[in-house]
């Protein structure tokens, strides 16, 4: 399968990628599912697929966790060497091109004192359930590669559904 082709299938269709990339076979080794199941533990236990009620939780924080999937990727990538090439495709870009335009936005703004402002807070939660969309289906997509039950509808649990 082409890498376009895997991104086509799970939705990722916001990645843009040079022609010679997006063309490049995908096909996942050991080392890409032992990586993705990691990340995958990683997105599911975060604010990152989890509803933020507007009642709890701290802006601040809550960007704090989304930030710390940099390091968290960066780490297994590390940990895992250069045997999970599939993985870091999909990783790198990811990172780049989903969560990185809210970090970069939100980490300025947080440090303007836009956390103080309740139409900021606001701002950024709308903002964060856009993101969690998209990282829900990044983590279905992990759930794949690394060859395990997705269990995202289960992790996800949103409290206004009740």
Same mark, same amino acid.
């Given at each position: 399968?082409?890498?376009?082709?895997?991104?086509?299938?799970?939705?990722?269709?916001?990645?843009?990628?040079?022609?010679?990339?997006?063309?490049?076979?995908?096909?996942?080794?050991?080392?890409?599912?032992?990586?993705?199941?990691?990340?995958?533990?990683?997105?599911?236990?975060?604010?990152?697929?989890?509803?933020?009620?507007?009642?709890?939780?701290?802006?601040?924080?809550? &960007? *704090?966790? %989304?930030?710390?999937? @940099?390091?968290?990727?960066?780490?297994? =990538?590390?940990?895992? #060497?250069?045997?999970?090439?599939?993985?870091?495709?999909?990783?790198?870009?990811? &990172? *780049?091109? %989903?969560?990185?335009? @809210?970090?970069?936005?939100?980490?300025? =703004?947080?440090?303007? #004192?836009?956390?103080?402002?309740?139409?900021?807070?606001?701002?950024?939660?709308?903002?964060?359930?856009?993101?969690?969309?998209?990282?829900?289906?990044?983590?279905?997509?992990?759930?794949?590669?690394?060859?395990?039950?997705?269990?995202?509808?289960?992790?996800?649990?949103?409290?206004?559904?009740?």
């Amino acid at each position: 399968m082409k890498l376009k082709d895997w991104f086509e299938h799970w939705g990722l269709t916001k990645i843009k990628l040079t022609a010679g990339f997006f063309e490049s076979e995908w096909q996942a080794q050991t080392a890409d599912r032992d990586a993705a199941w990691e990340l995958y533990v990683e997105l599911l236990t975060r604010i990152v697929t989890q509803p933020l009620p507007d009642r709890d939780g701290d802006e601040q924080a809550a &960007l *704090n966790s %989304v930030h710390s999937l @940099f390091g968290i990727t960066r780490e297994i =990538l590390r940990r895992q #060497g250069r045997n999970c090439e599939q993985f870091s495709k999909v990783a790198i870009v990811v &990172l *780049n091109q %989903v969560v990185r335009p @809210f970090t970069a936005k939100w980490h300025k =703004l947080a440090l303007a #004192g836009a956390f103080e402002q309740p139409q900021h807070c606001r701002e950024f939660r709308d903002e964060l359930k856009a993101l969690q969309l998209d990282l829900l289906i990044y983590a279905k997509a992990l759930a794949a590669i690394a060859q395990v039950e997705d269990l995202t509808a289960a992790a996800f649990d949103d409290p206004a559904d009740r």
